[in-house]
């Protein structure tokens, strides 16, 4: 399977190809203003085409109007449904791949069928987590056209995202809350929304912002190890293992012996990562090696 970290370098490496300077503020007249809409109307309805997304998307910051704004705020909303169908596509082709890995390795190794299977399913996988690194470069590089506007744009859209909002207004303004969480009201923001939205589309979209972020993560990444959805669970393993988070060792641990069979061998091999011991997925074994050699690690996050 493709290294989480290989996925997450691609999606990088597009958004930088993304982001190119940004225009000169200047207002369009309404014959252009026109004609941009064309565009947007026919573009965002789907996914992909991030580079004339981020176009548009910088013009409309351009014209410095209320109009535009709007358009921008409902672009970057349309992005958080377009990224999640493919995050969405991505985690079941994985699925399947992990089934088949695991019934595998449960009866010795695969046998010809799976071995054919494999191959397959590696060449779907590669696909889906491509569409998908697509589309988080996408919504990335909208984000950051937003960050270029005024702070009045940002705090709009965390008011459009009260109670009663669509999940995926929500799931636009929490990653607009996480770039800011130098801010306080994005950092309140962030911890009253990801711990505790109920949809869980909104929290898978506050993990991936997370994994862009360079400080102040720590806390909510870990605290996803114990989503109710195990597709989290393995999101915020991915971030864990991507930024080489040590401190998450013991909760690594506790994760083990309540996880599921799939959850289990991911946790089980990152901490072997991690520690250099290998003691599979045995929660008992692990926890007595970790009173033994927590002081080797640090371990702040809650």
Excluded: C
């Amino acid at each position: 399977m493709p290294s989480p970290r290989l996925v997450r370098s691609a999606s990088l490496a597009l958004l930088a190809l993304l982001l190119v300077p940004s225009i000169a503020a200047a207002k369009l007249d309404n014959k252009t203003f026109k004609e941009l809409k064309a565009r947007y109307d026919n573009i965002f309805t789907a996914g992909g085409n991030a580079e004339e997304k981020t176009e548009i998307a910088k013009m409309l910051l351009s014209d410095e109007q209320g109009r535009s704004y709007k358009l921008l705020t409902d672009g970057l909303i349309r992005e958080s449904e377009h990224w999640w169908k493919a995050h969405k596509k991505k985690d079941q082709v994985s699925g399947e791949y992990m089934k088949v890995v695991l019934d595998a390795g449960s009866k010795g190794g695969a046998n010809l069928d799976q071995e054919k299977e494999l191959k397959a399913l590696e060449a779907k996988l590669k696909a889906a987590e491509d569409l998908a690194a697509e589309e988080e470069a996408a919504l990335q590089a909208i984000v950051a056209v937003v960050l270029e506007g005024p702070s009045a744009l940002r705090k709009n859209i965390l008011k459009r995202a009260g109670a009663g909002a669509p999940w995926p207004t929500r799931a636009a303004a929490l990653r607009i809350a996480v770039a800011t969480m130098s801010e306080v009201d994005s950092k309140k923001y962030v911890g009253k929304t990801l711990p505790f939205d109920k949809d869980h589309r909104v929290r898978a979209a506050g993990l991936a912002a997370l994994a862009e972020v360079e400080e102040g993560y720590e806390d909510f990444v870990i605290g996803r190890l114990g989503d109710k959805v195990w597709g989290l669970q393995l999101q915020a393993l991915r971030i864990v293992e991507a930024k080489e988070m040590k401190v998450a060792v013991p909760h690594l641990i506790n994760l083990l012996a309540v996880a599921t069979p799939r959850v289990q061998a991911e946790t089980g091999r990152l901490l072997q990562e991690f520690t250099g011991q290998n003691f599979d997925a045995y929660a008992e074994v692990w926890q007595k090696w970790w009173e033994d050699n927590k002081e080797e690690f640090a371990s702040d996050p809650k």
